[in-house]
């Protein structure tokens, strides 16, 4: 259990010399990671659930990953959410092995069952002894990681379904109000559409939409911001400019080819849409300093936008990826022109006005 997760902590931690001792007398090992505190935690030597208050486990943060060892010890305590890792001989195959049984309870049922469908997406495009490395990822469910194999590189993007929220509004939730991608069907679309016109988007060279998951070509990691604090470089904003009035100057159709028999038809950008990602301000961000608005200046601010937005929504549509900022630009300097920018994100593209990237 503690070669377990030593290799796991190490892992996590991007370091394969970190110190790892067993909390076999400390009870409890906390380390500060890059992606999030992991406490280490053996309850070999506790015999009474109520010892668990003294050795700080309430004291741990909700963003804390916790590994414990002996966890039948913590009884009624362990929380209904989890993975249940069963680590068992195997003699038939060596004294140094193991299997391997996880358990998902909870929210981390379905997580423990996509596990099993990634490996073998994984093993169908022949990666499956590739090295891997965790990559960070955008705000939303979606998760990354760099595959090496054979002298390439590769990114798999795994993108669970998007589920509904609760409805905010005539039965919908924001996610259908707003247009958000509900799966990988639009980034294959918009991919290969932005490809064929000379853009650089990654190539998606394997895809299971059923599953959410996508092998993407790996554009590297170099982008249009750089030093500490992050500053832009002009030369690649200018490119990153001149790009999208390349794009904006095309007669670009709204439904783009995803497979044989399959198209994805990118919805418009309407007044709905604006006008629920404007009130973010007022249903979100205002109540949580405290300042919410009333009725009557919510009225007033929800007009004003009308009004704003009607010379906006008279605009001839064009593809607009919303997302158009820094973190979702890549920096190529091997190629030309407007090939240099590389393109990620762009899955919620909706037809709008140019205006807005």
């Known amino acids: 259990k503690t070669t377990f997760a030593r290799a796991l902590i190490r892992r996590l931690a991007n370091d394969r010399t970190l110190e790892v001792p067993s909390p076999t007398f400390t009870l409890i090992q906390t380390y500060d990671l890059p992606r999030f505190p992991v406490a280490h935690i053996d309850l070999f030597r506790v015999s009474d659930s109520a010892e668990l208050a003294e050795i700080g486990l309430d004291d741990l943060t909700d963003k804390t990953v916790t590994l414990i060892e002996w966890p039948e010890r913590a009884a009624s305590q362990l929380p209904d959410n989890r993975f249940d890792i069963a680590l068992t001989l195997s003699p038939q195959q060596g004294s140094r092995h193991r299997s391997a049984r996880l358990t998902g309870y909870g929210t981390c049922a379905p997580r423990a069952e996509r596990i099993v469908a990634m490996r073998a997406f994984i093993e169908r495009c022949g990666l499956a002894d590739a090295e891997r490395k ?10 990354y990681e760099r595959f090496a194999h054979g002298g390439h590189s590769y990114v798999l993007m795994n993108s669970p379904r998007r589920s509904d929220g609760p409805p905010v509004r005539d039965g919908k939730p924001y996610s259908a109000i707003a ?6 069907t639009p980034f294959i679309a918009m991919a290969n559409a932005l490809r064929a016109r000379g853009f650089s988007a990654p190539a998606v060279l394997a895809a299971d939409r059923a599953a959410g998951f996508l092998l993407i070509e ?5 982008g249009v911001v750089a030093g500490a604090p992050p500053a832009p470089i002009e030369e690649r904003y200018a490119a990153a400019t001149d790009l999208l009035a390349a794009l904006h100057a095309m007669q670009l159709p709204a439904t783009l080819p995803v497979e ?8 418009p950008y309407d007044i709905d849409a604006l006008l629920i990602e404007a009130e973010l301000l007022t249903d979100w961000y205002l109540p949580m300093l405290g300042a919410p608005m009333s009725v009557t200046r919510k009225r007033d601010y929800l007009a004003l936008w009308r009004e704003a937005l009607g010379p906006v929504l008279r605009e001839p ?3 607009v990826m919303r997302d158009y900022h820094s973190p979702n630009l890549l920096w190529l300097p091997d190629r030309k022109d407007r090939a240099r920018v590389g393109l990620l994100d762009f899955q919620d593209a909706v037809m709008g006005a140019p205006a807005y990237d």
Not at 218 to 222: C, K, P, S
Request: hydrophobic share 35%; net charge negative.
């Open 317 to 319: 549509p064009t593809w």
């Open 260 to 267: 044989a028999g399959v198209d994805y038809t990118l919805p």
């Open 134 to 143: 965790h990559m960070q990822g955008d705000a939303s469910t979606r998760a």
């Open 179 to 184: 247009h958000l991608a509900e799966d990988v």
């Open 218 to 222: 790996d554009l590297g990691n170099e």
